[in-house]
């Protein structure tokens, strides 16, 4: 596991930019990406680098974590419609190469079940993007969500509905369910890069990184990742007791280890 703190938000999107445009040099990646505000900053790099210097997406198929239940890609919250609005439409890739859980299903668990089968027939994921609620959940693999869980229906916690009714309209509920990627199915990638950034998420970092593995603390999972890499801004990483030893082993890579 490495942890690299890097000074700023922008930071942290600049340098997960790097390990994005890294996972697309192979021929037909799969990458997994993650909603929610974190990763914009990172998405609109890599929209910069694609005007700027040509770089390529369209050679690669994209997955989603997770969607909500009963929404479709007609309503403004839906991950699949939010994606292509921030990223994947404005970088050349075709809709038919975006994919997520179809939250909309009447049968969800069929629904699950094709896209664990849909993720299995994709090339194999090169990187997943991950995000870390405040409770730690990473897709909506809440507290307590099995560290060997497949694509499911999960119930939000409070605070997670809470936290995400700003991406609703005015008056309308968050839904009580989502249909996510289990943590078993998210640590099938390749690579794992966790991203976060502000003080509100600095406890929980701490937690995901230097305390036990644990259910309750669905983002310790990582511990046991072959390569997994959280990128965190200064004010997340303000809780960390091992802070200064985290910037020595940065300092201290060999240089084939990139980016
Ligand atoms: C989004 C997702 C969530 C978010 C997490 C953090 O696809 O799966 O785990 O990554 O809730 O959200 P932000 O970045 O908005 O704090």
Not at 41 to 64: K, N, P, Q, S, W
Not at 107 to 130: F, G, M, S, V
């Amino acid at each position: 596991m490495e942890v690299r703190i890097e000074s700023t938000p922008h930071d942290v999107a600049i340098l997960a930019a790097d390990f994005i445009e890294f996972a697309l040099r192979v021929e037909r990646p799969t990458i997994g990406l993650a909603t929610g505000e974190t990763p914009l900053a990172t998405y609109a790099e890599l929209i910069d680098r694609h005007r700027r210097r040509g770089l390529r997406f369209d050679h690669a198929t994209y997955v989603l974590l997770d969607e909500y239940v009963g929404i479709g890609e007609d309503h403004p919250a839906s991950y699949r419609r939010h994606i292509r609005e921030v990223f994947t439409d404005l970088v050349g890739v075709p809709t038919n190469a975006v994919h997520g859980p179809r939250g909309e299903a009447q049968d969800l668990e069929h629904a699950a079940e094709a896209y664990e089968q849909l993720l299995a027939d994709l090339p194999p994921r090169a990187i997943q993007i991950l995000g870390i609620g405040r409770g730690g959940h990473i897709g909506f693999n809440e507290p307590t969500s099995s560290l060997g869980s497949r694509t499911r229906i999960k119930t939000l916690h409070s605070t997670t509905r809470a936290d995400n009714q700003r991406f609703f309209p005015d008056g309308e509920p968050v839904p009580l369910h989502a249909l996510t990627m289990g943590i078993g199915t998210i640590m099938e990638a390749g690579k794992l890069l966790l991203l976060a950034t502000g003080e509100t998420k600095a406890d929980v970092i701490e937690a995901a990184i230097e305390g036990p593995i644990t259910a309750t603390v669905p983002a310790s999972a990582l511990q046991l990742h072959p390569s997994a890499t959280f990128v965190i801004d200064q004010a997340a990483a303000s809780s960390l007791k091992h802070h200064d030893y985290y910037r020595e082993i940065v300092m201290n890579r060999p240089v084939w280890q990139r980016p």
